[in-house]
T-cell receptor
Framework: AQSVTQPDIHITVSEGASLELRCNYS??????LFWYVQSPGQGLQLLLK??????LVQGIKGFEAEFKRSQSSFNLRKPSVHWSDAAEYFC??????????????FGKGTKLSVKP | NAGVTQTPKFQVLKTGQSMTLQCAQD?????MYWYRQDPGMGLRLIYY???????DKGEVPNGYNVSRLNKREFSLRLESAAPSQTSVYFC?????????????????FGEGSRLTVL
């Protein structure tokens, strides 16, 4: 069965520092992978996605993620964090695309705090 | 562009009361989903509807029912609310991969409905 693990529950970084959020997935075939961001009291917004091709994908707000099949990872990075990046981040993998089910399986999230 | 609209945004219920969460999307998507979000648990799928006229259970369906009223609307009903159903509920929609150019199965979410059961 598909699963997603985000090992870090909470991360604090200083404004201007680099950021890497970890995500590991379990899936038998080539996965569809996503990162979403959720600001407090808001819904989820898609940051970026990977489904084929170049393993380094660019997203909105200066984020990027790299798909590494050998490590079953899809880590999210940003070279310089801004205070407005404080939010909760969710990694997700697409489930059962060969059939009719198209839902995503989400990790439990990583909450990012940004120090001034 | 409204996207995915959920109502109500907030609701307080007493144990045993019933209520329906409404969801509508205007993106002509085939598939719709209901998730619940609890602290430390991420998002868990309650029910989904792959296409109009079909519904299926997700990971945590107990205590809920759904109706895919038409292509646009997908409602979630709590028949007899319990405190364990206190949560934030998200509706989402998507086009399945392969159903159009560049459709990669991403979900589009509503803003959520915060439900408290006392």
């Amino acid at each position: 069965a598909q699963s997603v693990t985000q090992p870090d529950i909470h991360i604090t970084v200083s404004e201007g520092a680099s950021l890497e959020l970890r995500c590991n997935y379990s899936y038998g075939a080539t996965p569809y992978l996503f990162w979403y961001v959720q600001s407090p009291g808001q819904g989820l917004q898609l940051l970026l996605k990977y489904f084929s091709g170049d393993t380094l994908v660019q997203g909105i707000k200066g984020f990027e993620a790299e798909f590494k099949r050998s490590q079953s990872s899809f880590n999210l990075r940003k070279p310089s964090v801004h205070w407005s990046d404080a939010a909760e981040y969710f990694c997700a993998v697409g489930a059962n695309y060969g059939g009719s089910q198209g839902n995503l399986i989400f990790g439990k999230g990583t909450k990012l705090s940004v120090k001034p | 562009n409204a996207g995915v609209t959920q109502t109500p945004k907030f609701q307080v219920l007493k144990t045993g009361q019933s209520m329906t969460l409404q969801c509508a999307q205007d993106m002509n998507h085939n598939s719709m989903y209901w998730y619940r979000q609890d602290p430390g648990m991420g998002l868990r799928l309650i029910y989904y509807s792959a296409s109009e006229g079909t519904t299926d259970k997700g990971e945590v369906p107990n205590g809920y029912n759904v109706s895919r009223l038409n292509k646009r609307e997908f409602s979630l009903r709590l028949e007899s609310a319990a405190p364990s159903q206190t949560s934030v509920y998200f509706c989402a929609s998507s086009v399945l991969p392969g159903q159009g150019i560049l459709n990669t199965g991403e979900l589009f979410f509503g803003e959520g409905s915060r439900l408290t059961v006392l």
